[in-house]
């Protein structure tokens, strides 16, 4: 679902996008995606050990780098939501949903001269 979901909701919605003055398309990544995170001892995400889920996301930002190159116009990019307190973590996040929605939000309404093909979270670009 992290992968094949994403791109099978991207691409049911093309044809409207692409009669969109303004289309933007933001994939929901984790910072556990990120490789430079995941060989840093130092970053929290070096200890979580999720071959699965981190993968999974892994292969997304890749996704989002190939639409970004292959849909000129668009806006595409990955969010980190961070670790928001979901159902899927047994609500121990460290932050509330609407604060893991803002990166969300934040690119699916960037301005035309934003970015695209990177991979952002609340606190700015997220390394790949």
């Known amino acids: 679902m992290n992968v094949f979901g994403q791109v099978r909701v991207t691409h049911?919605?093309?044809?409207?996008?692409?009669?969109?003055?303004?289309p933007r398309i933001v994939m929901v990544s984790s910072a556990l995606a990120s490789l430079a995170h995941a060989g840093d001892p130092a970053r929290p995400e070096h200890g979580f050990l999720?071959?699965?889920?981190?993968?999974?996301?892994?292969?997304?930002?890749?996704?989002?780098?190939q639409y970004a190159r292959a849909l000129p116009g668009f806006k595409v990019n990955a969010a980190d939501p961070g670790n928001p307190a979901t159902d899927m973590n047994h609500h121990?996040?460290?932050?509330?949903?609407?604060?893991?929605?803002?990166?969300?939000?934040?690119?699916?309404?960037?301005?035309?001269?934003?970015?695209?093909?990177?991979?952002f979270?609340?606190?700015?670009?997220?390394?790949w």
Request: hydrophobic share 40%; charged share 15%.
């Open 12 to 22: 049911a919605f093309l044809p409207l996008l692409r009669r969109s003055q303004q």
């Open 50 to 65: 999720s071959l699965d889920y981190a993968s999974s996301k892994a292969a997304l930002n890749m996704i989002v780098s």
């Open 92 to 119: 121990t996040g460290v932050h509330t949903v609407a604060e893991g929605a803002a990166a969300i939000i934040r690119l699916a309404t960037l301005d035309p001269g934003g970015p695209t093909g990177g991979f």
């Open 121 to 127: 979270g609340n606190d700015g670009p997220v390394p």
